[in-house]
């Protein structure tokens, strides 16, 4: 599948290989993925600061980190700013009256390098959602009957 990471055990095997001094060939050989995945993770060590022995030593997550920064819509100011508080948004958005558009234009008055209104909405839609509290409940059918009368929740178990 094309652009999906490789296993961080693969990886240091494909270090480990290059620093054998085994070709990309057959490096993609040995770990079944193609040479341009190879030759891309070599450019990537190439960039870095650590020689390759800092690099095995590392722990899986850290090491991950350092060959996938991450996506960079999460780093760039427009999204840090738009994300400072999205439960003033959350609450604006409860008034009557109150528009996710005319939400755009003040965030665009105090922001002036901001996203586009498709992008704040889309973004902001993101950020209330992944706010949303919500649980899976679940249970062995007949086992328990769940009753809600008014503000409270009772189980009553068959069992």
């Not at 427009?78 to 009557?96: A, I, T």
Request: glycine share 6%; aromatic share 8%.
């Amino acid at each position: 599948m094309a652009g999906k990471a490789k296993a961080m055990s693969q990886i240091k095997q494909l270090l480990r290989l290059h620093r054998q001094g085994d070709s990309i060939k057959s490096i993609a050989r040995t770990l079944g993925i193609s040479k341009n995945t190879v030759k891309s993770y070599l450019i990537k060590l190439a960039t870095g600061k650590l020689p390759v022995a800092e690099l095995l030593a590392l722990e899986d997550p850290v090491l991950e980190s350092k060959f996938h920064a991450g996506n960079p819509v999460y780093k760039d100011p427009r999204f840090e700013h738009l994300s400072d508080n999205p439960e003033s948004y959350r609450k604006q958005l409860g008034l009557v009256g109150v528009t996710r558009k005319l939400l755009w234009e003040e965030y665009i008055i105090d922001y002036h390098q901001g996203y586009s209104y498709s992008q704040f909405s889309f973004h902001l839609h993101q950020q209330l959602l992944a706010r949303r509290p919500g649980m899976k409940l679940e249970h062995l059918a007949a086992n328990k009957l769940f009753v809600e009368l008014q503000e409270s929740l009772f189980i009553i178990s068959t069992l």
